[in-house]
């Protein structure tokens, strides 16, 4: 007969189905002793935890229940049982069918003193282990895990049966040198006053909490128990409302990095709250459902704040990404597959992105090269040349506003013509053919050799440098291997290099009307 102590407690069926005991007891019209027990996969109950009327327990999902006999679960291992099963293997063990006595009416298994020595020497040697998915529930013995792994520096116990927090409380305060725990998969209930377990994680930098059914309430008292966090990974949870706290900067002082990915976020004034973290330096945001990012007027936000991370979400406008640039400490980003962003080419999408945050020096995980910058700002000026025009020529006429709406859109246009000069404006007339729309009017020349005559082309903007080179050998005679190309966009003005064969004419921002000049 089970105790009501077990109530709470992480089973996993014979089919390797994992849930939580609801209910302990008789059900009616059926005899014995069943478990109510709601399952983490909904689909693998029957009901709600109520059956023929009686309610019996309580389920989050309609069909997330369902009663078994205790004999068609597993209540999982110890710690110690769990390592044993990971790192020892049975041709290892010297043990023979007859090398085990009886002590206190307990067959006790007896290994040679040599293999003992030897394996308790390469536990003691361990600084990493990973016990992920071995059914673990408890941990065992006190004093039995530090006896065993005095070294270890970090512990991955993901997608255990650990059901509460004390447990978990039990095996890392044993573990003195420890600085790094996952705990994913893992359902944790919250004790009742968190921080009375602080001491217990006091050494503790680095936590995982993945897939664990955890709301922002929840986190916050994680911070209470473990006030040393420098990082935090709380991904794929049912974070969707970050509630402001005032002694938010008190319970997280240290935290340096927090990974929110895959929650349910869609207000950016809830990310707000985060910048009263004051070590804050690494967001993840990627796969929530934010629409925009957005700053109140002489902000001045999240100072520490160097990378941020919001792919997959739905930010739908330029002028989110322009606030990001008020970001004062920001140097990296990651922000694709956003709907901004799926309008335009990935490159053109990129160019777009360097140029409206000066200080960006990774995005996506690409370095931002000085070349790179100058060109997506030459780019941008290009692109966006003959609205900047429209506006200037008619700011005075229109009370302003027109040119107001501009730089909302483009904060950094007037900045950039500063930095490069004013681009040159011609309005290409509109061709029906698609073909032609992509075709560039180019001229190439030929300083070197005044016997060589310039040469008009209409050339694609997909068009490699590397293609280039061997358009250019067959018209000069030229070898591709020597050519040096640098493109200037009007006979009298400056030359810029064009140094990677991979990359296309756009690359460079090259339009109709521009000079490609070939030296050797």
Same mark, same amino acid.
Not at 239 to 259: K, M, Q, V, W, Y
């Given at each position: 007969t089970l105790i009501m102590e077990e109530l709470g407690r992480r089973v996993i069926s014979n089919n390797g189905h994992v849930g939580t005991i609801r209910f302990i007891g008789e059900i009616s019209q059926k005899p014995g002793e069943w478990l109510g027990v709601e399952w983490d996969d909904p689909t693998r109950g029957k009901h709600d935890g109520s059956l023929n009327g009686v309610r019996y327990f309580l389920c989050s999902h309609p069909r997330g229940g369902s009663f078994v006999r205790a004999n068609r679960v597993s209540f999982g291992v110890s710690f110690c049982e769990a390592v044993k099963r990971r790192y020892v293997r049975l041709d290892e063990e010297g043990i023979d069918g007859d090398d085990e006595m009886v002590v206190s009416g307990k067959v006790v298994e007896i290994v040679a003193g040599d293999q003992v020595e030897k394996r308790q020497t390469q536990f003691h040697n361990r600084l990493e282990i990973s016990l992920s998915g071995m059914e673990m529930s408890s941990s065992g013995s006190d004093g039995e895990i530090a006896s065993l792994f005095p070294n270890l520096t970090a512990i991955d116990l993901s997608d255990n049966l650990l059901s509460d927090w004390l447990t978990a409380s039990n095996i890392v305060k044993q573990l003195p040198s420890l600085s790094k725990v996952v705990l994913s998969g893992n359902r944790l209930e919250m004790p009742p006053h968190p921080s009375q377990l602080c001491h217990c994680f006091s050494h503790i930098s680095v936590l995982s909490l993945n897939r664990a059914c955890l709301e922002w309430q929840q986190v916050m008292s994680i911070g209470s128990m473990i006030p040393s966090l420098a990082e935090l990974h709380v991904c794929y949870n049912k974070?969707?409302?970050?509630?402001?706290?005032?002694?938010?900067?008190?319970?997280?002082?240290?935290?340096?990095?927090?990974?929110l990915e895959g929650n349910c976020i869609s207000k950016w004034e809830h990310v707000m709250e985060l910048q009263q973290l004051p070590c804050l330096s690494v967001l993840i945001l990627n796969s929530n459902q934010l629409t925009q990012v957005s700053f109140q007027?002489?902000?001045?936000?999240?100072?520490?704040?160097?990378?941020?991370?919001?792919?997959?979400?739905?930010?739908?406008?330029?002028?989110?990404?322009?606030?990001?640039?008020?970001?004062?400490?920001?140097?990296?980003?990651?922000?694709?597959?956003?709907?901004?962003?799926?309008t335009e080419k990935p490159f053109e999408a990129r160019q777009q992105v360097i140029a409206r945050i000066p200080q960006l020096e990774s995005l996506e995980g690409s370095k931002v090269s000085v070349k790179e910058r100058q060109?997506?700002?030459?780019? $941008?000026?290009? /692109?966006?040349?003959?609205?900047?025009?429209?506006? !200037?020529? &008619?700011? =005075?006429?229109? +009370?302003?506003?027109?040119?107001?709406?501009?730089?909302?859109?483009?904060?950094?246009?007037?900045?950039?013509?500063?930095?490069?000069?004013?681009?040159?404006?011609?309005?290409?007339?509109?061709?029906?053919?698609?073909?032609?729309?992509?075709?560039?009017?180019?001229?190439?020349?030929?300083?070197?050799?005044?016997?060589?005559?310039?040469?008009?082309?209409?050339?694609?903007?997909?068009?490699?440098?590397?293609?280039?080179?061997?358009?250019?050998?067959?018209?000069?005679?030229?070898?591709?291997?020597?050519?040096?190309?640098? $493109?200037?966009? /009007?006979?009298?003005?400056?030359?810029?290099?064009? !140094?990677? &064969?991979? =990359?296309?004419? +756009?690359?460079?921002?090259?339009?109709?009307?521009?000079?490609?000049?070939?030296?050797?």
């Open positions: 974070i969707a409302e970050l509630h402001s706290a005032d002694d938010l900067p008190e319970l997280f002082g240290c935290l340096r990095t927090l990974n007027s002489g902000d001045c936000p999240f100072q520490h704040l160097e990378s941020i991370s919001m792919s997959q979400n739905l930010i739908n406008s330029w002028q989110s990404i322009n606030a990001l640039s008020l970001l004062p400490s920001l140097r990296f980003l990651r922000v694709k597959q956003n709907p901004v962003l799926e060109l997506a700002e030459r780019y $941008y000026l290009k /692109r966006y040349a003959n609205d900047w025009v429209a506006v !200037e020529a &008619n700011r =005075r006429e229109s +009370s302003g506003q027109q040119s107001e709406e501009f730089h909302s859109i483009h904060p950094m246009y007037s900045t950039l013509v500063k930095a490069h000069g004013e681009p040159q404006t011609a309005r290409q007339p509109v061709v029906a053919n698609a073909l032609k729309d992509n075709l560039l009017g180019i001229t190439i020349s030929f300083p070197q050799d005044p016997t060589k005559m310039s040469a008009t082309k209409k050339l694609p903007a997909t068009l490699t440098i590397q293609k280039l080179k061997g358009l250019i050998q067959r018209l000069c005679h030229v070898d591709a291997c020597q050519q040096r190309l640098t $493109y200037k966009e /009007r006979e009298d003005g400056p030359e810029y290099e064009m !140094e990677d &064969n991979m =990359r296309p004419l +756009s690359f460079y921002a090259v339009k109709s009307g521009n000079v490609i000049v070939v030296r050797w």
